[in-house]
């Protein structure tokens, strides 16, 4: 009995909890399709007269479907960069050369300086390379990430040195040993580049905030100050405009939620 009971809770708490994770979403979408009070009580599970026009108002009331191809076109942008720019920096440091300690307690050093400290110099350095109210402006801080550079790290250090060696000993460059050897192997450390590069700059609202000066370069989080200027009753159409943000995020993380798992993971245990 205590054999088969202990695998039953453990099936039953994991139900719990996956059910507590996912109620605030659940909350949100019936608030956006029902347009209920969310202070009413008591509150309902279900949604009373379910309707889609806070869905309609987002897409009509503002150029939502422009907002989003921008929100796409510098998210894939900033993913590209993040892919190429952290494997060449990732595997730089999986290198011996001086100096290579102070560069990554550089590396480390500027973890704790945020965004907002270099927001200036960053703007400085966009406007003289003539990138103000562009795409790739828009990307530009976000091309690279640390925490993305350590988990190429960490990735490349896993593959056996051996290998590389027997690559060089082939006559085997090193963008070659990059992209064929290191690259295929490495699948997990590219799925949390990707899901973590795109998320930042899925929901960054700052930097395109002070760059832009264009309605129509205007990213998703932009967008939503400008729609909820037509509304008055903004609870369910602010909902609605989460929902619709949400859905690619969500896409993105479960087309690569094992290797993304498993990138960040990697490391926690031996053998």
């Known amino acids: 009995m205590r054999r088969h009971g202990i ?5 039953a708490a994991l139900i719990v909890v996956a059910a507590l994770m996912l ?39 503002i150029p939502f479907p422009r907002y989003m191809l921008n929100s ?12 190429i720019f952290n494997a060449m920096a990732g595997y730089a440091l999986t290198r011996h050369f001086p100096g290579r300690r102070w560069i990554m307690a550089l590396y480390l050093s500027c973890m704790l300086i945020p965004f907002q400290a270099t927001i200036i110099p960053a703007y400085l350095v966009t406007g003289r390379l003539g990138l103000l109210n562009s795409y790739l ?12 550079i350590f988990i190429y790290k960490a990735a490349f250090e896993a593959v056996p ?59 998703l989080p932009l967008g939503l100050a400008r729609f909820l200027s037509y509304m008055e009753d903004t609870t369910g159409a602010l909902y609605a405009f989460a929902v619709m943000v949400l859905v690619p995020s969500i896409v993105v993380f479960l087309m690569a939620q094992k290797e993304f798992i498993r990138g960040l993971t990697s490391g926690a245990t031996k053998g």
């Open 137 to 148: 402006g828009l990307a530009l801080p976000l091309l690279s990430t640390i925490v993305c």
């Open 23 to 61: 109620l605030p979403f659940y909350w949100v979408l019936k608030t956006a399709v029902a347009n209920e009070n969310i202070y009413a009580y008591p509150p309902r599970l279900l949604p009373s007269e379910p309707h889609l026009f806070n869905f309609v108002d987002v897409w009509y009331l």
């Open 161 to 219: 040195k051996s290998l590389i060696d027997a690559a060089r000993i082939d006559g085997i460059g090193e963008w070659r040993i990059i992209w064929r050897i290191l690259m295929p192997l490495s699948k997990p450390a590219i799925a949390s580049n990707v899901i973590l590069s795109f998320i930042w700059s899925w929901n960054a609202f700052l930097w395109p905030l002070l760059i832009v000066r264009d309605t129509q370069m205007q990213t």
């Open 72 to 83: 796409i076109i510098v998210s894939a942008l900033a993913v590209a960069g993040n892919v």
């Open 7 to 11: 695998p039953w809770l453990r099936h």
